[in-house]
């Protein structure tokens, strides 16, 4: 188990480089089993997260090459094997991922039921709509999930819920898949476009990228290929939060700003004060208010994973907020670890809580529950008085890349410990 130590209360400043987008390198790592061919991936974040995959790609039979530059080289010619033991799955949502691309590739799948975050419900439901309606036979028994298919025929899907995770299955089963699939209520945050550009320079077909409705035309093999993937924006938001709450100024870079405009749009009311010059946003000492209402949305609205730093920046406004995330029944209970550092929050239910700011926050010792929530801690420690100490500090390095030494070149006091 590791600890983040930090002694708060300083204003930080200094440039911030934002790494690739965690939620795009893992599908894009598990597309790579689709082609027999070489596919190379650059600005890879240098988190735990990648490692579990580049893990369970080599049990597949792929060679990973990982270089500290962020360059991944994966090479799946030879497929070894189509069962994922239970003690990796259990450690990553994200390997659900694999039950498209293996069916596609090997024509059958056997996995321990994905982990991940304990932040809420998340059933594999529509990932297995997706599967079926595509021709495979889903089986579950004795924490096993298993599929098997003799070839994927194109076809209309609507998914029964906009998940994120269920609609990259569902297009890198397509995009082998015979024939045309057109799906609807396709989600569209930016890792799944990261997805299809990916998926599109090895020759797939899809139309409609970004767009709730993708139409794939299934191509017989896919070629290998290079991309580098987007940055990640809820790292942006995520520092300038950093920033506002501490009242610290920081260039952040490198942007897209089209995977911003909710996120901007949400933080300017709050008071963060901002500018834009290109794919660099300089984040100012800010006068911070509260907002009536923040609540999270499928994509384009608010992000669901930028709440928990979100909660802290309004402990830090005038007023009072609600906030409000639909989509995980367990977002909000990390909340009392700001109760226990001074923050004035009443839980509503478990979907909504209310904010009210500003109050001063002092060093606590407090613990992880999730990669959100560990990384809102972090931001409530760095603006609090006194020392924090937050445990289980392994699950915030799952998401953000050396967070510790990035922190550090902003001036921040923190050191890791292992325990």
């Known amino acids: 188990m590791a600890i983040f130590e930090i002694e708060g209360g300083a204003p930080l400043s200094g440039k911030v480089k934002i790494a690739g987008n965690k939620n795009s390198v893992l599908p894009i790592m598990a597309a790579c089993l689709l ?91 529509t990932h297995v709509q997706v599967l079926e ?7 579950r028994a004795d924490d096993k ?25 569902a297009i ?15 989600a569209s945050e930016p890792h799944v476009v990261d997805l299809c550009r990916f998926l599109k320079v090895l020759g797939a077909k899809i139309d409609g990228v970004g767009s709730n409705v993708l139409t794939i035309d299934g191509v017989n093999k896919l070629s290998g290929g290079e991309y580098s993937i ?39 009311k709050f008071g963060v004060n901002y500018d834009l010059d290109g794919n660099t946003l300089k984040v ?25 730093p979100t909660i802290v920046l ?32 009443e839980i509503a239910d478990p979907h909504r809580v209310l904010v009210y700011g500003p109050k001063k926050l002092r060093g606590q010792k407090l613990d992880t529950p999730d990669i959100r929530a560990g990384i809102a801690l ?8 006194g020392t924090s100490q937050i445990a289980k500090a392994e699950l915030i390095e799952r998401g953000y890349e050396n967070i510790v030494e990035r922190l550090k070149e902003l001036g921040a006091n923190i050191k890791r410990i292992d325990d």
């Open 314 to 345: 309004a402990t830090q406004s005038k007023g009072v907020t609600i906030l409000h995330d639909w989509m995980y029944e367990s977002r909000m209970f990390f909340v009392d670890k700001l109760l226990s550092m001074g923050a004035k929050v």
């Open 378 to 385: 972090v931001i409530a420690a760095l603006s609090a008085g």
């Open 230 to 268: 987007q940055p990640d924006h809820i790292e942006v938001g995520t520092f300038m939060i950093l920033a506002a709450v501490t009242g610290s100024e920081l260039e952040i870079a490198p942007i897209e700003k089209e995977d911003l405009n909710m996120i901007l749009l949400t933080l300017s």
């Open 145 to 169: 999930l298993s599929a098997k298919a003799e070839k994927l025929k194109g076809t209309e899907i609507f998914l029964q819920e906009a998940s994120v995770t269920a609609t990259e299955n």
């Open 35 to 125: 082609t027999d061919e070489v596919c190379t991936i650059k600005n890879v974040p240098q988190i735990s997260d990648v490692d579990v995959m580049i893990t369970l790609l080599e049990i597949a039979g792929a060679q990973v090459k990982k270089q500290d530059t962020g360059i991944l080289e994966i090479n799946a010619a030879n497929i070894k094997s189509t069962d994922f033991p239970q003690e990796l799955t259990e450690k990553l949502r994200a390997a659900v991922l694999l039950l498209g691309p293996m069916i596609a590739r090997a024509g059958e799948v056997s996995m321990g039921y994905p982990g991940g975050d304990i932040i809420g419900r998340r059933p594999l439901e």
């Open 172 to 186: 890198m089963a397509a995009v082998v898949a015979q024939g045309q699939t057109i799906i609807k209520r396709a």
């Open 284 to 308: 100012k000492k800010s006068d911070l208010n509260s907002v009536e209402k923040v609540v999270t949305d499928v994509w384009p609205g608010f992000p669901t994973d930028l709440m928990a």
């Open 133 to 139: 309606t595509l021709g495979a036979k889903i089986t």
